[in-house]
């Protein structure tokens, strides 16, 4: 069987494309993926059959040899730094919390203050 690496993967639209070993650019669609995997990353390496589509090359039964190892994961803050981080970010949307109930909501510059804090702390833990 092929292998070769995802060279792009759109979870929305279901379907990307497989870079083979030998060079070739081969359709992946979502049904050839296994039933309940996560949409493939850039970079893993896979197994699959292939067809001569109408396009081209098909990708069929596709099985996940090695997910690539992610950069972030590599250089992510230890835990220990990312719970004083946590800590800090819950003593934030707590005074949040306690304007909201009193019916006012924080200044458009807070906002985006706490919203680009939410998103960096998410990042953190989805690397």
Do not use: W
Request: charged share 30%.
């Amino acid at each position: 069987m092929p292998t070769g690496k995802v060279r792009f993967y759109d979870e929305a639209k279901g379907f990307g494309f497989i870079a083979t070993d030998d060079g070739q650019d081969v359709f992946l669609h979502a049904t050839a993926l296994p039933v309940g995997a996560a949409a493939p990353k850039p970079g893993t390496r896979l197994e699959f059959g292939v067809a001569d589509g109408k396009r081209g090359l098909q990708a069929l039964s596709v099985r996940v040899l090695e997910a690539p190892v992610s950069l972030s994961k590599r250089s992510r803050k230890p835990a220990d730094d990312m719970a004083v981080i946590v800590e800090d970010l819950v003593k934030v949307l707590d005074s949040i919390g306690g304007d909201l109930r009193r019916g006012h909501y924080p200044n458009a510059g807070l906002t985006k203050k706490v919203a680009a804090m939410l998103r960096k702390v998410a990042d953190d833990f989805d690397a």
